[in-house]
């Protein structure tokens, strides 16, 4: 199963606009519409309890959306199994039980304190970011602050707009630990 974490962010690395999550007031159409698709297009989805209760999903028999959290019946009104789950096992533990079920991408679509838990333990094959022309300043990074040593490589690029949104895929290189 490949594993790839999908943001869209700024310049400066930013995946938020100020305190503002509403990620949709500043990313492209281009992006919002490469979102949509991979979104519609693939079955398993893993997302953060902050990101989910931002804008909460309904359940849909396309997909399986599973949301971390470390407090599962917290959310037992929202949960269809097989749909929509919430889990609180590890970064690891998730990769290995989808991995077991014959999933073949597992998509991570945030926030940052999901992306790094992955990253941390080089769980992450792939990151499909989207780089989009704007300086910010003050907003979330997509890893959170700690030290990380991760090397990755261009896989693609490509701008798709005429500003010059950048559509990136880069492999994560891994290393022994
Ligand atoms: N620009 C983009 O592409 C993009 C994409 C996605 C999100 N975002 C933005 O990112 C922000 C949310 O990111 P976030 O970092 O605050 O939250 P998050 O990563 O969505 O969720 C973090 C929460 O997940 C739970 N959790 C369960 N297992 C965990 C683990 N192993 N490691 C860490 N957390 C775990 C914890 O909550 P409990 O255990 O308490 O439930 C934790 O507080 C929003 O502002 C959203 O708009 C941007």
């Not at 999908?6 to 007031?25: C, H």
């Not at 917290?74 to 077991?100: I, M, N, W």
């Not at 700690?146 to 990136?168: A, M, R, Y």
């Amino acid at each position: 199963m490949k594993t790839v974490l999908v943001f869209v962010s700024t310049l400066d690395g930013k995946i938020t606009k100020w305190g503002d999550p509403n990620v949709k007031s500043w990313s492209s159409k281009e992006d919002q519409n490469f979102f949509n698709k991979l979104w519609n297009n693939n079955r398993l989805l893993i997302m953060g309890s902050n990101t989910f209760y931002l804008d909460p999903i309904k359940p849909n028999p396309n997909h399986l959306l599973v949301i971390m959290t470390r407090q599962p019946s917290t959310y037992k009104s929202y949960e269809v199994l097989g749909q929509l789950e919430f889990r609180s096992e590890s970064p690891g533990q998730l990769v290995e039980h989808y991995d077991k079920e014959g999933h073949e991408l597992m998509l991570i679509v945030g926030g940052a304190h999901i992306a790094t838990s992955f990253l941390r333990e080089q769980l992450v094959d792939e990151l499909w970011l989207t780089i989009e022309p704007k300086i910010f300043g003050i907003g979330c990074n997509f890893v959170t602050e700690e030290k990380l040593d991760i090397k990755l490589e261009l896989l693609s690029s490509e701008s798709v707009n005429k500003q010059g949104t950048l559509f990136t895929k880069y492999a994560l290189i891994k290393e022994h630990i």
